[in-house]
């Protein structure tokens, strides 16, 4: 079965830009979250969706965002982005409530 | 919110070797999951282990949630168990999946 698959692997912007990055769960999974990775504040939770709707929101500036579809995929977006931004996205899925699986992240660099 | 800490933060070793990780969280959990974060930022499920032992060849774990606490055991240490260690728990009052990380152990295994 396949695993969680996020795109692009890697990434660099601009400051000011805008950047969305993308996530497909594990089939069946409809709980896809997001965390930034920095070497300062280490694993964070950005947000959850499930079926379309947010379910559980992080401590993140309104520039971060997110949207879920109905084949479960999600995307999240960054606008007018800081060098602070830099880091390690990754998304996880989960069947409801259990364990959730990770994927191999972006990395966003911000210049 | 709840908070998650890992001891020790650095562990160094000798191939051979045998060791113990522990992860201390302040609330009820409903998820506790152990992860081995790979040299290109993947975040490789271990556990998902929120009561009780469970086993997986060299690597073994056991959560004592009314202590609010969980070991990771690594036996017969390889070079390839290098790297950085998470657990990652979800509190139980909590609806949806919402991780918090601890801040991690990196190991490194010294041939």
């Known amino acids: 079965k396949a695993g969680v698959t996020q795109t692009p692997r890697y990434l660099i912007k601009t400051r000011g830009q805008q950047v969305t990055l993308s996530c497909s769960p594990i089939?069946?999974?409809?709980?896809v979250s997001w965390y930034q990775q920095t070497p300062g504040q280490g694993l964070q939770f950005l947000f959850e969706?499930?079926?379309?709707?947010?379910?559980n929101k992080g401590n993140f500036p309104g520039r971060f965002s997110g949207r879920q579809f109905s084949n479960s995929r999600s995307e999240m977006n960054v606008s007018t982005l800081e060098l602070g931004d830099s880091a390690l996205y990754l998304c996880a899925s989960s069947l409801e409530g259990i364990e959730s699986f990770f994927g191999q992240g972006t990395r966003l660099t911000v210049v | 919110g709840i908070q998650v800490e890992q001891s020790p933060p650095d562990l160094i070793l000798q191939e051979g070797a045998n060791s113990t990780l522990r992860c201390n969280f302040s609330d009820s959990v409903n998820n506790l999951q152990w992860f081995h974060q790979n040299p290109w930022g993947q975040l490789i499920n271990l556990f998902y282990?929120?009561?009780g032992t469970k086993q997986n060849g060299r690597l073994s774990a056991t959560t004592v949630a009314t202590e609010r606490y969980s070991l990771l055991y690594i036996s017969s240490s390889q070079t390839t168990d290098s790297g950085v260690y998470f657990c990652a728990v979800d509190m139980i009052k909590a609806a949806g999946n919402k991780l918090t990380f601890g801040g991690g152990t990196r190991v490194l295994v010294k041939p």
């Open positions: 282990i929120p009561s």
């Open positions: 089939s069946g999974h409809r709980s």
């Open positions: 969706y499930f079926s379309e709707t947010q379910r």
